[in-house]
Each structure stands twice: as structure tokens, then as C-alpha cells.
């Protein structure tokens, strides 16, 4: 008998409500667990099931792996891995593309790598029960419900094969072990679900004009959106379009989005990022916020969404929420809590790991002026934390230290350094679990960048540029990736971006060494300069380690990727 080489859990149906602004809105607990017999029954029961595969999504960023958001962060040349001192230096894995710093880790991406198959899994079995699912004659429905799920796999397949390249790829419920497939054959699937998906979720079930009732679905916008980022990725990393995906099926999807999607630019970039536009408002001990933010938040007794409804900016939200507990309830953004500085909290940012250290000379980038600097990270010497005698206690205990922190997905603290979940009594309030920040996917900025790359017109570059305040500079390539980098620091994208602007990620190799080796960096409190071998990059192409205790559950029927 084969041995099954991912842990399949049974088939939960997670209530993680997204049809509304009211509390259910942002309520993900379980409330009901239903067998296979009874789960995929009638349209009540699907769209249930199709919660299930939401949550199973949720889960490889709100569970305990590493995640894509880290992941790509320490990968690309914007942050540098961090941690404390006296930490194993795992995550310098990912920013060196060696296992030197801490070679006992080689089942590093293990809970990743279980958590998307896990949610794969929930896709396919909805998949497959479709034609014994009594549709009622809900068409609608029907169509709906079936695009979602399709999407959702897609975009599981999608950071698969981004983080992997080579994956097993199963589109019926399995747990067998099976060899990788090549990737290309991984993207057909991607491409045919997400083309399924804009196909047959209905455009006004969701779209920019009505985000507060459908904000984190998988809509046709969105998945048109994925099309076109699916689309770009593949044709720079492998050097040749996908016949599955023309480069007309690609400008069509973001054509439409433009044309009819009803989203738009936030006029305030930093209203887009809860802690680039909050200040505390406590008063008389009791907690409070004082926010332009635009997306969902907590504060003063209720939730919100933006000061005037969700942001029109907002194309694919991945929802959270603050139930996280230690008994199997992941839901919370919990790479947040990483991201804080170590040992004391700073307002606005809380203490936490002091990781994905900003990298001073990706910074550089920035032109004079450009708002979106200060609203991506937080420069300690400037807000005069380096001159506070506690503020050592950070960089004594850090590794990698640079002088600044990301903004964008930090934890939240008040003046007093209290911890947002804490004022508010969110949750089991624990620093490690308690955030609810949803990571957005897809903004609309990135559509428009997209739009003026794959026409080769300067339209949506030029009113990123307007937002931002800088000149516009006419359309080229170079101008593309140059804002691009700056539009979308710290939101886990510029990775991909610079692995897809050359064949096999010749063109990363070359910007990591160039922005990365011999930056000055303080390992303890002393005086260091970061080291980035290329080879060490290009012998993996960039791509991820394959956990060694999934190749031995296989029996070996999975192989290691070239290089580690």
C-alpha cells in the first residue's frame, strides 16, 4: 500500500462569515462539523463546504508554518531575516538560499506544505461532489459556488508552484503519495481554474461597488487578476507564454477589471495600512483609536470597515480575525506578531520577533518626498527610539538589526505600550495569536501596473504616480519594476516580481547581490555587513526546499529540489 506523504484532515465546515459588516463579518470559529454524506447535499451544504475551503486557504497564512508572506519578504532584497540573537538562525535558510546558518532545518516549509495540500484537498472533494449536489435548479448558485472553490485552488496551486516549482499535483481527493509534476502542467490547472472562476462567479456578486457585503470572496475580479499575475509570473520565470494563457486572454481579464470593476484608487496611500494611519486617542484609561484606515479595524467597542465603508481598492482580501486560540481555531494574521520590535513596544508598533528587518539600501529606492516611504516602515533612529536607553534592549537582542521595522502588517500598540488585542480585550489577548488584520492579495494599484505592462502604455502607471505625489515618467519596463517596488514594499509581492523579470531568476540573482551583499547590518548590538553569495541563489533558481520528512514519507517518490 502507498504511504501517504500529507496529513488529510477530516472535512470541517468552518464558518468564516463574509457577507456582511455586522460581527459575523469577521467571525471565523467553527460552529458545525458535518460528515462527507451529509456535507455536499444541496446548495445550503455547498456553499458551506465552499467555507471550508476559505478556511482552508486562511490557514497557510493563519496557521504556524512559515507562510508566503514571510517567505517572499525574507527571499527578496526589501528585508533581511532577523530574529534574536541567541535564536536558530532558520529563517536565514531563506534569505542566504543556504542551509548553512542552521542545517538541522530541513523540513522547514513542513506546515506550509501540509496546509495547502490540506486546503487543495477540501477544493477538490467539493470538486467532485459537484454533479451529486442537488442544485435546486439555483443555477446561480451553482455557478457561483463552484467558480469560488475553483478559484481558491488556483490560487493554492499558484503559491505552490511559485514557492516549489515542481509539485504533486492532484485534482481529486487523495492523500497517495505521487510524484511532482512539472510545473507547467501545474499551471494549466492554475490557469483553468482561475479562467472557471471569472467564467462563472457572477460579476455583480461581487465587485468594487459592493465590497461591504462580499469583501474576501473569490470574485471574478479577482480571479482575473490572478490570471494576469498568474500569466506574467509564468512567461518571465520560464521564458515562453503557457498555451494555456495567452497574452490576449491576459490583457482581456485586466481590461475588464479596469472597464467594470467598479474598484478605484484610496486617494491617501497610507489610509490602506492600519498602523501607517492610526494614533492612539486614548482617554481616561480607556482605550481608543484614532484612524483614517480603510480597511477593518476594531474600536471603541465595535468593528469597522473604513471610515466610510471598505476601501475601493480592495480586489482580494484574505479575511482574519482575532479568535486564534491554541486548540486548532487559527485564524489571525500571525505573522504580525513577528514583525514587532524585540523586547519593548515603540507606539505603534508592539513588541514582537524582529523579523524581516527592512533593508536600508532597498529603501534608497524611494525618490524625495514619496509618502509611501513613511507609511511602509517605521524608522527608529528618526522617531528617536535609539536614544532611549530601553530601545538597547531591542538592538542588543537582535540579529540583523538595520534601524527600522515594517509599518504595513506591524502589531499595534498604545502609547503606553499596551497591545492592541489587550486594550480592546480581543480575543485570549496572547501576543503570539491575538491579530486580526486581513493581508490583502490584490490591490487595485497592482491591476493598473499590470494594465500599463501587458499594454505597454504609461495609463495606470501614471495614476500610481499621481497617488504617490512623485512624477510620472512615461511607460517602460524599467519604470514599471521601479514602481512596483515601491507601490508594494513589504506586502510580499516585490519576490515574485524580481524572480519573473528573468528567465530561471537570472535577473533576482543579480538584484539581491547588488542591493543585499555588504550592507551594514548590527548582529547583537556590534557592527556587521550582510553576506549574499548569488550562486548560492542560482543553483535553486530561487525556488524552496521540499520538506525532507515529506520525501521520506513518500518513500523518496518526491526528490529534493536542485541545490538544497
Excluded at 499551471?187 to 462563472?200: G, H, Q, R, S
Excluded at 543553483?539 to 518526491?558: A, E
Aim: some cysteine; proline content about 2%.
Amino acid at each position: 500500500m502507498n504511504k501517504k506523504f500529507f496529513n488529510i484532515t477530516t472535512i470541517a465546515i468552518v464558518a468564516i462569515a463574509t457577507v456582511s459588516c455586522s460581527d459575523e463579518f469577521f467571525e471565523t470559529s467553527s460552529k458545525t462539523t458535518m460528515n462527507s454524506e451529509t456535507a455536499y447535499s444541496n446548495v445550503t451544504t455547498a456553499q458551506m463546504a465552499l467555507i471550508g475551503c476559505y478556511d482552508g486557504w486562511q490557514r497557510t497564512i493563519s496557521d504556524e508554518g512559515v507562510g508566503i508572506y514571510m517567505m517572499a519578504e525574507m527571499a527578496s532584497d526589501e528585508c533581511f531575516a532577523g530574529e534574536g540573537v541567541g535564536d536558530d538562525k532558520n529563517y536565514c535558510i531563506i534569505d542566504e538560499f543556504s542551509m548553512e546558518p542552521a542545517s538541522s532545518y530541513v523540513s522547514l516549509f513542513e506546515t506550509d506544505w501540509i496546509n495547502y495540500y490540506n486546503a487543495i484537498n477540501r477544493c477538490n472533494t467539493l470538486i467532485k461532489s459537484e454533479n451529486n449536489i442537488d442544485w435546486g435548479g439555483d443555477e446561480t448558485a451553482h455557478q457561483r459556488i463552484m467558480g469560488e472553490c475553483r478559484g481558491i485552488r488556483g490560487i493554492l496551486y499558484f503559491d505552490l508552484v511559485r514557492m516549489f516549482g515542481d509539485v504533486p499535483l492532484l485534482t481529486e481527493p487523495s492523500g497517495e503519495n505521487i510524484p511532482r509534476s512539472a510545473a507547467k502542467d501545474v499551471f494549466t490547472v492554475i490557469f483553468e481554474d482561475l479562467k472557471y472562476a471569472a467564467a462563472n462567479v457572477p460579476a455583480d456578486a461581487y465587485n468594487g461597488t459592493n465590497l461591504d457585503n462580499t469583501d474576501g470572496h473569490m470574485s471574478k475580479y479577482a480571479a482575473e487578476a490572478l490570471l494576469a499575475r498568474a500569466y506574467l509570473f509564468y512567461t518571465g520565470y520560464y521564458g515562453a507564454e503557457h498555451p494555456s494563457c495567452t497574452k490576449a486572454e491576459a490583457i482581456a481579464a485586466i481590461d475588464d477589471i479596469v472597464d467594470n470593476g467598479g474598484y478605484a484608487l484610496e486617494a491617501n496611500y497610507a489610509d490602506l495600512w492600519m498602523p501607517a494611519c492610526t494614533e492612539d486617542a486614548t482617554v481616561d484609561g480607556t482605550y481608543a483609536w484614532k484612524t483614517t484606515y480603510a480597511g477593518k479595524y476594531y474600536n471603541d467597542g465595535s468593528w469597522h470597515a473604513g471610515q466610510t465603508g471598505l476601501s475601493k481598492e480592495f480586489v482580494l482580501n484574505l479575511k482574519m480575525n482575532s479568535t486564534s486560540d491554541y486548540s486548532g481555531n487559527g485564524d489571525g494574521l500571525v505573522f504580525q506578531v513577528f514583525l514587532g520590535t524585540r523586547n519593548v513596544s515603540k507606539a505603534p508598533i508592539a513588541t514582537g520577533w524582529g523579523i524581516c528587518n527592512p533593508n536600508p539600501q532597498f529603501l534608497n529606492t524611494y525618490m524625495n518626498g514619496d509618502p509611501r516611504l513613511e507609511a511602509s516602515v517605521v524608522d527608529h533612529a528618526a522617531r528617536g527610539f535609539e536614544s532611549q536607553g530601553n530601545f538597547n534592549q531591542c538592538i542588543s537582542d537582535s540579529y540583523e538589526y538595520t534601524g527600522y521595522s515594517i509599518k504595513k502588517y506591524a502589531p499595534l500598540c498604545f502609547s503606553d505600550g499596551t497591545r492592541e488585542a489587550e486594550g480592546f480585550q480581543l480575543g485570549i489577548q496572547h501576543m503570539n495569536l491575538t491579530y486580526y488584520l486581513d493581508y490583502t492579495i490584490v490591490r487595485y494599484a497592482d491591476v493598473l501596473l499590470m494594465h500599463s505592462e501587458l499594454h505597454e502604455d504609461a495609463t495606470g502607471l501614471n495614476a500610481v504616480q499621481a497617488r504617490a505625489g512623485v512624477a510620472t515618467t512615461g511607460y517602460s519596463l524599467e519604470a514599471i519594476r521601479n514602481e512596483r517596488a515601491r507601490e508594494f514594499a513589504f506586502e510580499g509581492i516585490r519576490y515574485w516580481d524580481i524572480l519573473r523579470y528573468g528567465e530561471g531568476g537570472s535577473y533576482a540573482a543579480d538584484v539581491l547581490y547588488k542591493n543585499q551583499n555588504g550592507v551594514a547590518i548590527k548582529n547583537g548590538g556590534n557592527d556587521a555587513t550582510f553576506v549574499f553569495d548569488a550562486s548560492n541563489f542560482t543553483s535553486k533558481s530561487g525556488l524552496m526546499q521540499i520538506p525532507n520528512s515529506q520525501i521520506t514519507l513518500s518513500g523518496n517518490v518526491l526528490t529534493q529540489n536542485a541545490g538544497w
